[in-house]
């Protein structure tokens, strides 16, 4: 046999094992032996029935998605799928891990599915711009039916081993040896005989579904989609299973998934894929980590909060500091109250939610966090009271425990010089709220020891974020690149667009929100007073502000919000103060299209990207699509700024910002030399195409 699929005979019962580290994906070199395989096995007498199983961590975790975009290398997966249903002895899907995408399809030719306690089963291809192209829209309907595989399918999310058994999409679920549990339950079948229906032959389901019902649901995800084409496209697919002949719909999901597959949104969700990936990796990959068993968390208000619950969230004991024993108090409750919330959800069970909570400690003493490993402030954002914070942890905390700031825009490096040891200094900017955002960048300062670096890299995957490692500057990737985007909104405003419109292209680029929608919710006297202690002003901003117009939480900011409610509408007073103020100015209001809008925010961010790839803060363009993406909601079918300036074209983007930078004379607009030579290059490092 090869390296990949080999055969066992256990008293006439094959077991075919598939091995192909590290998640088992399909690959040509997998298919091939696959298909010589089940032919042998199909043809040979001494067989009675046969088990797919899988070597290492999971069962196939999907098509090798690598192969994407290059010529298909035949047996494809729907040959192999198409030949397992021509198997008249049962065969049965043995499954581990995850059985994901084309592994799943895979699973759905067998006759039987079995699976362990803690597997999981699911289609996310609409997570890749893409829909199950292995038959999985047709087939997954006739086991759970077509609502069910419509949820399924595009939400992208797995379902757990027992989910699956009560849907009818798997048939056992055991503890203990499960190649060994498959084998009895192959054998048994066998014993009992067939004839055993394929699952492309079982319809009844199907007949039983109501299509308004369905019809229903695919307006509502329609609405949700906002722009993506892949959640469209499955929708359609698992409606063609109810109302197509099985070949017709097998046929029209090819046709869909030929289409999605060589499309500008799948190849940017694929490269996201990756990027999320590559953005872990750190040179050195055998660096020793640090062992950390307690995290400590300094500051008990929202972020502070939020960050103690990533860490027990991930299996941590957390030491939360605060001042005084009222302010802990109130953070404390406000940690409870959010774990009700998620119990009332059902997304946490009352005795998880009890877990949780005793993992905190409270604390108003410094020298309770001498037995933490890692100790983070999210105290006030002031350089003089972060140093203080830092003294204090210099004196307490262990030889070895890695010091973190929350800062979303000091220098770490000026933090770092001032305690005993800058090497164990580190930056952990986390994206409110802490408990839920997936970023987190990570900022390695001029001496931290790649060491501590690494063990936070690690750390960050295991309280499930996406991590990404940046340099010191201000305002890290995120921050700076949102100031870049944000340098022009007013000029924008006061020249002729409302907060409306400005919002509008945003949102039909494929944003959840505009600026101002977002200023509105993260409350406007934020950037107010950062932009006093900068000595900065903004003068619709700014005005807002002093008028006690903060946003969403005084129920008035760019737009007006009726109580309780988080959509506002446009307010007059508003536009009548840009007017006066563009009077003041002597401006004239103009027409601005949606064009504009875009080429005056997004091509300055993007130039920003390109500056903050040359001072080499961020390691590669694609980390900056990351960091876009999970922390600012980027949209995922454009690939992260990076990408979509491949799309867009970088020459087009420079002779826009060549044209603002002459009309306006902002630094914002001259075009980055790095984006000039992803012009001529057709890539950010010079290599290939983006
Ligand atoms: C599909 O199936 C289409 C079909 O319907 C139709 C076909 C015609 N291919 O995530 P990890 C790599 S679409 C190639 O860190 P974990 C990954 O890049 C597919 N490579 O591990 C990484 O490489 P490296 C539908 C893959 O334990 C390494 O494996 N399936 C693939 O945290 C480890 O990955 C999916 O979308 C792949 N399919 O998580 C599932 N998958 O070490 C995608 C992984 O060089 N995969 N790699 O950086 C996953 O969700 C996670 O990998 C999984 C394991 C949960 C399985």
């Given amino acids: 046999m090869s390296n990949s699929v080999s055969v066992a005979n256990e008293n006439g019962v094959a077991i075919v094992t598939i091995d ?10 997998v298919r091939e032996p696959l298909m010589q395989a089940l032919v042998a096995l199909r043809d040979d007498a001494e067989v009675a029935a046969i088990v797919l199983a899988c070597a290492g961590r999971t069962f196939v975790a999907g098509a090798d998605i690598t192969e994407f975009g290059k010529p298909v290398q035949q047996p494809d997966l729907r040959a192999v799928v198409a030949l397992l249903e021509t198997i008249a002895k049962p065969t049965v899907a043995a499954i581990h891990g995850t059985a994901l995408g084309g592994g799943l399809e895979l699973a759905l030719g067998c006759h039987f599915r079995v699976a362990n306690t803690g597997a999981r089963l699911g289609l996310p291809e609409v997570k890749l711009g893409l829909l199950p192209g292995g038959g999985g829209t047709v087939r997954l309907p006739r086991l759970v039916g077509a609502v069910k595989a419509l949820r399924i399918i595009v939400s992208g999310t797995p379902v757990g081993a027992q989910e699956a058994h009560g849907a009818g999409l798997v048939d056992a679920v055991f503890e203990g040896d499960l190649t060994a549990h498959a084998v009895n339950f192959a054998r048994e079948i066998a014993r009992k005989g067939g004839p055993f229906t394929p699952v492309r032959d079982r319809d009844d389901l199907l007949k039983e579904t109501d299509l308004a019902t369905f019809d229903a649901e695919v307006v ?8 993506l084409e892949a959640p469209i496209a499955c929708a359609q697919a698992v409606r063609n299973a109810v109302t197509l002949p099985f070949d017709d719909a097998l046929a029209a999901e090819r046709a869909l998934f030929v289409t999605l597959v060589a499309s500008d949104q799948s190849r940017a969700q694929r490269h996201l894929f990756f990027a999320e990936r590559e953005a872990a990796k750190l040179p050195g990959k055998d660096t020793p980590k640090r062992r950390i068993g307690r995290v400590g968390v300094i500051g008990a208000g929202t972020m502070g909060g939020g960050i103690a619950m990533a860490f027990a969230n991930g299996g941590f004991a957390v030491t939360l500091l605060e001042t005084s024993q009222e302010a802990l108090q109130r953070g404390l409750g406000m940690i409870e109250k959010n774990y009700t919330v998620s119990v009332a959800r059902g997304s946490l069970s009352e005795d998880a939610k009890r877990d949780r909570l005793a993992q905190f400690k409270g604390s108003t003493d410094y020298a309770d966090l001498a037995d933490c490993d890692l100790i983070i402030e999210a105290v006030f954002e002031d350089m ?3 140093k203080e914070v830092f003294g204090k942890l210099d004196a307490i905390a262990r030889p070895g425990v890695i010091l973190a700031t929350n800062t979303s825009y000091l220098d770490i490096n000026e933090i770092a010089a001032s305690v005993s040891r800058p090497q164990d200094v580190l930056g952990l900017h986390f994206f409110s709220p802490a408990n839920v955002m997936k970023l987190l960048e990570i900022v390695r300062a001029e001496k931290t020891a790649p060491d501590a670096l690494a063990t936070v890299v690690d750390l960050a995957r295991r309280v499930g974020k996406v991590a990404v490692v940046v340099g010191v500057c201000h305002g890290f990737v995120g921050n700076r690149m ?3 985007r944000g340098s022009e909104s007013e000029a924008l405003l006061l020249e002729g667009a409302t907060p409306g419109q400005i919002d509008k292209a945003f949102t039909d680029f494929g944003w959840p929100m505009g600026p101002f929608q977002m200023g509105d919710l993260a409350g406007l006297d934020i950037g107010w ?13 700014d005005t807002l502000c002093e008028q006690g117009r903060f946003g969403q939480k005084s129920g008035r900011g760019f737009y007006l919000y009726e109580a309780g409610a988080r ?7 508003v536009e009548a103060l840009i007017r006066e103020k563009a009077a003041e100015r002597g401006i004239e209001p103009r027409a601005i299209g949606a064009d504009e809008i875009i080429e005056r925010t997004l091509y300055p961010l993007i130039n920003e990207g390109a500056k903050i790839l040359e001072e080499k803060i961020a390691a590669r363009a694609s980390d900056i699509d990351v960091v876009w993406v999970n922390g600012y909601g980027f949209p995922i079918g454009k690939g992260g700024p990076m990408f979509w300036a491949g799309l867009e074209g970088a020459a087009k983007i420079i002779e826009r910002l060549e044209y603002w930078h002459q009309r306006t004379g902002k630094d914002v607009f001259k075009p980055a030399p790095l984006l000039k030579r992803m012009a001529e290059t ?9």
């Fill in 567 to 573: 959509a506002g509408v446009p307010d007059p007073e």
């Fill in 682 to 690: 057709g890539s950010w490092d010079g290599s290939a195409a983006a």
């Fill in 482 to 484: 949102l100031a870049a």
């Fill in 220 to 227: 509502d995800l329609a609405r949700k989609a906002r722009g």
């Fill in 20 to 29: 192909n580290p590290p998640v088992n994906a399909l690959s040509f070199h």
């Fill in 529 to 541: 007073r950062n932009r006093k202690a900068r000595g900065l002003t903004a003068v619709i901003s």
């Fill in 384 to 386: 003089a009271v972060k």
